[in-house]
């Protein structure tokens, strides 16, 4: 993408309004804007860094073999009052009446709506384990919408929900996403640490939430440094094999780890002092195993392998594309701005032309612009007559990881200067070994 | 994908309420179902598609140098006061009220979002041409949802809005969102032909739909044979040359066509009786010029190149994919289904093992299902044990363009059987030439 035909409104001011680092950033490199309290709008930089968690997390959901559907965003009020939580949902749900005066709600997430479709199609075990996710945009009216996209009314959800005839076979479900969850946080450039959770109006007995440490955190957590060393699993994972999963769960729920609401102060003093980490933390998702609590009510039954009909197993499993964002930012930026992990940065390379207009500059640019984008890698290429500061300013505040800096002395020489931006090292190379060393 | 671990919930009975073609193929075969009147769920079959249709619509966006960014669904009535349409809007308008009495509403276009955040950043016309576009879920409360997808009141769009610093460059916007537009239909399977077209409650005096031809259509439509046998431009358009863009609209409006609404009776007559077309058409892409019309009331002005300030010309450009994919189905189906353009077809092949169980069927089948899908095709592999009259009958509702059987007497003599979906052809060849002959 050519700077002088994309649109990048960076803003030179700190916005008031933002009172965490990430959102300010958000706001200031142009990535989304505020149309109505906690509904934003994402611009095409935001836009470009959405899509790359969205496909991350579909990769991951596609390789468990969950399924992907769309569910719609309105639902029906009567879908809700079956489970009872139509009354007990409160203001947080968004209440709409229609031209003909029925109630429909703008879903704040999917039980009732799966389960439904479940129960209209699927009559048999033998059609289990089923796994079906969407990603919507989902809204919850809350009291005080802030911290950007952190805690927004309209947000993006990954929604997974899944089925099965007994629970063994659901804790196997579980497991799964559990699996598939430290994958796709991994891929993120995240740490997140799975910590035994409170369900919640989502309801059951058995919940986790994945965590990542930072130290602008929401809330305080505790676990044991074990866990900032484990190894997430490879792509190799077998997620038809219920053992190989169940021990990969064992292993990373084994050491202690809870958030403040869990914390239990006498299994944490139990531990050595100096393998105790307290820090701040994020939530970047949640999964509930909740048994029978929405297809006993709606009944969502199947009939089992000796005829007889039991309602199914169920779990849900989400994840916030639009506020995991937020949190990637705020695990990763210093004072200049964003340092995206390159899985999602919005461009993997800054291409900077020192002097456009300048024939030298003006071939090489062009030159290592065509090649990188033929390499695959998504470039923004700075072809505007503007001040280097700015430029430099620009480029460090999106967090592009590699900045290709090409000025008329280097071109004279046939060289460009590369800008890692994590660790703000440079060095210089040839034109001709640039495509090669990025794309290792 | 293996059927055994898909969710395919075919029909066996022709659903009632279903009264168009479309509808009930689309019920029949699994690709959506009902939850409430006109809002609709998208199983994993109708996903497939409405990806593939959003993935085209996206390149040819991109490729014209729009921008792609995502606008939320819920929107402040304020915004709509601004521009006069909230009152206008009448009772298709979805109307909220959220928790603290603030008026909101589920979006029906955004002309008025994207002017205020055009507004919001843009003050030079050195920063123009600009278009932006999002594909993001409308809500429109028709009286009476019906037909499906095709008359539905939650429905995917793809708007696409310009900005323009005179009515010059906005006309060349226009001409190049119309040749994008005759590129999209054209991979998507379709010929659509440019009408002249009323502008309703969006405004402006410019304005064309896109109107497929299908026995099944909605209205009445009227054009010059030529039409059919027009040229759709080739990816190599170059979209920023102004006159080229000119010239193929030129070409494709110079016949005649109109709508039942447009028609010109005289003008009509006036053509030999040979070369007049009157059909059905469905609408599948509408598009606007209409000036300073939201512009003007919003403030959304730039510095010209003299430094005067000028309200921006502004046009928009409308497909709705969920829409589209109706369309397309009532375009293309026989009486034992649909009928996919490979482009956007959910599966490109349905691998048919006619013997599950049969170490010889099911050898071939497993390799031809890894080497169709490492030759990047999408592949629904049949490795059900059920009968054969099911299994075909379940390929040609669905649609799938190629079936390839292997069958016992087949595989002993390493040979497959292939389908052709369109034309009903049926040929054989060897199990080692299918990769390469479905490649083609």
């Known amino acids: 993408m050519r700077l002088s035909r994309y649109f990048l409104p960076i803003l030179k001011e700190t916005p008031k309004e933002a009172e965490i680092v990430s959102h300010r950033l958000m706001l200031r490199a142009g990535m989304i804007r505020q149309q109505a309290a906690g509904i934003y709008s994402w611009l095409p930089l935001g836009k470009r860094v959405l899509d790359k968690v969205c496909r ?10 969950a399924l992907e559907i769309m569910m719609p965003t309105i639902q029906s009020a009567d879908l809700w009052r079956e489970s009872g939580r139509y009354d007990d949902y409160g203001k947080e749900m968004l209440r709409i009446e229609d031209r003909h005066e029925r109630e429909l709600l703008f879903g704040p997430t999917n039980e009732e709506m799966v389960t439904d479709i479940f129960r209209s199609y699927v009559r048999s075990y033998k059609d289990l384990p089923l796994n079906l996710y969407h990603i919507q945009w989902k809204f919850r009216d809350e009291v005080r919408p802030r911290f950007g996209v952190m805690r927004s009314r309209e947000f993006l959800m990954k929604d997974a929900y899944s089925f099965d005839i007994d629970y063994e076979a659901s804790k196997t479900a579980y497991d799964r996403m559990f699996v598939a969850y430290l994958r796709t946080f991994e891929r993120l450039g995240l740490q997140a640490i799975p910590m035994r959770a409170d369900t919640g109006p989502i309801g059951g007995e ?38 190989q999963l169940a021990s990969i769960v064992k292993t990373w729920t084994t050491p202690y780890a809870a958030t403040e ?15 105790r980490v307290a820090a701040r933390g994020i939530e970047v998702g949640h ?7 929405y297809s006993e009510p709606m009944g969502a039954v199947v009939t089992g392998p000796y005829g007889k009909d039991v309602p199914v197993q169920m779990g849900s499993y ?20 964003i340092v995206w992990p390159r899985s999602v940065a919005p461009f993997e390379v800054g291409l900077v032309n020192m002097k456009p207009g300048d024939a030298q500059c003006d071939a090489i640019c062009e030159r290592l612009y065509a090649e990188l984008e033929a390499a695959g ?15 430099f300013a620009t480029m460090d505040l999106i967090g592009v990881p590699f900045q290709v ?7 004279a020489a046939g060289e460009a200067e590369i800008k890692v931006r994590a660790d703000g090292s440079r060095f210089t190379l040839p034109v001709d070994g ?7």
């Open 56 to 65: 991350i997390i579909r990769e991951e959901q596609d390789r468990s073999g």
């Open 206 to 243: 058995l919940s986790h939430e994945f965590i990542i440490l930072a130290s602008t955190g929401e809330s305080a957590v505790f676990c044991h440094k074990d866990y900032l060393s484990l190894t997430t699993p490879g792509s190799e994972v077998d997620f038809s094999d219920a053992g």
């Open 261 to 275: 609401e869990m914390h239990d102060e006498a299994a944490w003093n139990a531990l050595p002092e100096n393998e």
């Open 287 to 293: 999964i509930f195993h909740f048994g029978t609590k």
């Open 318 to 337: 989400g994840i916030g594309p639009s506020r995991l964002i937020a949190a990637i930012i705020e695990a990763s930026h210093d004072e200049n701005g």
């Open 377 to 391: 890698m998504d470039v923004l290429y700075d072809d505007e007559d503007t001040r280097a500061g700015a430029k």
């Open 405 to 411: 800096i090409v000025g008329p002395r280097g071109a």
């Open 434 to 440: 640039v495509v090669a060393r990025l794309s290792a």
